[in-house]
């Protein structure tokens, strides 16, 4: 199966970055900006990158936008030609559309546009940063989706001397456990025996309740 096809609409620190790591997985890039220094800083490193308006529909349509999987807008200052990159690539068929916005409101607005996905980088990267400096026993964190991580923790002195049966984490915190690390091999081991004693130095992987996992951490 073909990887998918990424336009670029702002090639700023936010777009450039995101072009250069899907490039980076080879997939196929278009990046486009107005400026030149912009398109110039990313040339080497995607597909294309090309100097034009992307407020301009026929411009894009003549790049063959059209046939792209997913659109990436990264103009979160400018609300306008946010606005006009979205219906634009609404219009000639994009099939997913992510944009960048710099507040609340710009967000509301984009949706409504027809933006899938709409993201707050600094917000959202504010919010991460704070939520590890806050972490005491978790070690690593991927979110699944607005609910659901998967989480590497080491055990927490509450669980410690205490069988995983009797500790019954499924009912009281929604978590499941995937597996354990191993303290010699520092390989993960996926068949636990629910009457394992937890241990002090033990590493859990799980899937939890982002919220519920995070918050019975950070007591």
């Not at 702002?10 to 486009?32: H, N, P, Q, R, Y």
């Not at 354990?180 to 241990?199: C, M």
């Given at each position: 199966?073909?990887?998918?096809?990424?336009?670029?609409?702002?090639?700023?620190?936010?777009?450039?970055?995101?072009?250069?790591?899907?490039?980076?997985?080879?997939?196929?890039?278009?990046?486009?900006?107005?400026?030149?220094?912009?398109?110039?800083?990313?040339?080497?490193?995607?597909?294309?990158a090309v100097i034009g308006d992307v407020t301009d529909v026929e411009f894009l349509n003549e790049l063959g936008v059209g046939e792209f999987d997913v659109g990436i807008v990264a103009?979160?200052?400018?609300?306008?030609?946010?606005?006009?990159?979205?219906?634009?690539?609404?219009?000639?068929?994009?099939?997913?559309?992510?944009?960048?916005?710099?507040?609340?409101?710009?967000?509301?607005?984009?949706?409504?546009?027809?933006?899938?996905?709409?993201?707050?980088?600094?917000?959202?990267?504010?919010?991460?940063?704070?939520?590890?400096?806050?972490?005491?026993n978790i070690t690593d964190l991927i979110q699944l989706d607005d609910d659901y991580s998967i989480v590497e923790i080491k055990a927490p002195y509450s669980w410690q001397g205490s069988?995983?049966?009797?500790?019954?984490?499924?009912?009281?915190?929604?978590?499941?456990?995937?597996?354990?690390?191993?303290?010699?091999?520092?390989?993960?081991?996926?068949?636990?025996?629910?009457?394992?004693?937890?241990?002090?130095?033990?590493?859990?992987?799980?899937?939890?309740?982002?919220?519920?996992?995070?918050?019975?951490?950070?007591?």
């Open positions: 199966m073909k990887n998918k096809q990424f336009v670029v609409l702002g090639l700023g620190v936010f777009g450039s970055t995101v072009a250069k790591t899907l490039s980076s997985f080879d997939c196929e890039v278009l990046a486009i900006d107005k400026s030149p220094e912009c398109v110039e800083r990313v040339a080497d490193d995607v597909t294309k103009i979160g200052n400018h609300l306008e030609e946010a606005i006009l990159a979205v219906m634009n690539l609404k219009e000639l068929g994009v099939q997913q559309i992510v944009a960048k916005a710099k507040n609340k409101r710009f967000m509301q607005v984009l949706e409504k546009v027809g933006a899938d996905r709409v993201v707050r980088p600094e917000k959202e990267m504010g919010l991460k940063i704070a939520r590890s400096l806050l972490r005491k069988s995983l049966s009797h500790l019954d984490l499924r009912k009281k915190l929604n978590i499941n456990i995937l597996g354990k690390r191993n303290s010699e091999t520092k390989k993960l081991e996926f068949f636990i025996d629910p009457d394992y004693v937890v241990k002090e130095n033990d590493l859990f992987l799980l899937v939890a309740d982002t919220d519920k996992i995070e918050e019975f951490d950070y007591r």
